[in-house]
């Protein structure tokens, strides 16, 4: 339940993130870029960090059919689309 609270709380974050209007770096095509938007965002805004990891926590122990979906989802994202 801890891992899929810490994934969903990333997940949120980086919502978040994206929520917001500012020029964006071009994304790495390496495995690496989404920990290093997380960690620019946890760096970027310390609080809000907290907040979403608290929150997804509490969503996560409340609904762990619901952190799997999202866990799935992002893994699913990071894979390169097969030939």
Do not use: C, W
Not at 24 to 50: C, N, Q
């Amino acid at each position: 339940a801890a891992v899929a609270a810490v994934i969903v709380g990333i997940a949120g974050l980086l919502a978040a993130r994206k929520a917001e209007v500012k020029p964006s770096h071009p994304a790495a095509p390496d495995g690496f870029a989404f920990a290093e938007r997380a960690i620019e965002m946890v760096k970027d805004r310390p609080i809000l960090t907290i907040g979403a990891g608290l929150a997804a926590g509490i969503i996560a122990l409340r609904n762990p059919a619901l952190a799997a979906i999202v866990a799935k989802a992002l893994l699913d994202s990071q894979r390169p689309p097969q030939r």
